[in-house]
């Protein structure tokens, strides 16, 4: 009799045990409920017509881009014309949607083999393998750039886009270097980690344009233009 009561009393705390434990949520589905509630409110909608007529001012060479989101992804209005020769290279992708206009990015094919280059024995090649590849995008297309190709953005008068990215990883280092317009060798590289799309770029194409010894090719000699060479 006593065993069983004992019994009893086990079976009784043991279910009275599991039923608290059952009507509280796990410590996981609490942190992720908690994460919900700290999420900001919900921004309005942005309108790119409107902004763009009480904004377009900010958009200003030598990168000609402006950031109306930095948090959970980034995303920025790019008017033109820019004015910069560097290829940017950083390890997540960029969505590209043209707006308005047509705009070039000029690319390093780096899955592109020498044999399959197209061209001439004597068509500029980057030193760093690959080839170089223009792609067009024009009004109304959208383009998405895989992580780790060197990529330099061409943009037109009256032409307007929108890029987005992705945060950068803590481990990640963006990367802006430049080639010589006349052998294609590597001319100079700048390396960051990368948290403001919206000054860092400019920072660095700004400081090189003022460095004439960072632009002076150890190659050839040549001085690496930063500005695109208008098309005669």
């Not at 919206?198 to 690496?224: L, P, S």
Request: hydrophobic share 30%.
């Amino acid at each position: 009799m006593q065993t069983r009561g004992l019994t009893q009393r086990l079976t009784s705390q043991s279910l009275s045990r599991s039923l608290r434990l059952c009507s509280r949520p796990s410590q996981l589905q609490c942190a992720a409920f908690s994460t919900t509630l700290r999420r900001q409110e919900l921004a309005a909608p942005l309108n790119i017509p409107k902004w763009l007529s009480e904004n377009s001012h900010l958009l200003k060479p030598p990168v000609n881009n402006h950031l109306v989101n930095n948090d959970e992804m980034t995303v920025q209005i790019v008017g033109g014309p820019n004015a910069r020769t560097d290829y940017h290279i950083n390890a997540t992708p960029e969505w590209f949607y043209q707006y308005k206009g047509s705009m070039l990015l000029k690319t390093v094919d780096t899955s592109a083999k020498p044999s399959s280059t197209i061209g001439s024995p004597n068509t500029l090649r980057p030193s760093t393998g690959g080839a170089f590849k223009d792609i067009h995008i024009h009004e109304g297309d959208i383009f998405l750039l895989p992580a780790n190709v060197p990529h330099n953005p061409v943009r037109f008068a009256n032409t307007v886009g929108v890029v987005i990215e992705q945060p950068r990883p803590k481990d990640s280092v963006d990367h802006l270097r430049w080639y010589c317009q006349a052998c294609g060798e590597k001319v100079h590289e700048k390396s960051f980690y990368c948290t403001d799309l919206g000054t860092q770029i400019k920072e660095a194409v700004q400081a090189f344009e003022k460095d004439t010894d960072a632009r002076a090719c150890r190659k050839c000699g040549q001085i690496c233009d930063v500005r695109p060479k208008p098309k005669s």
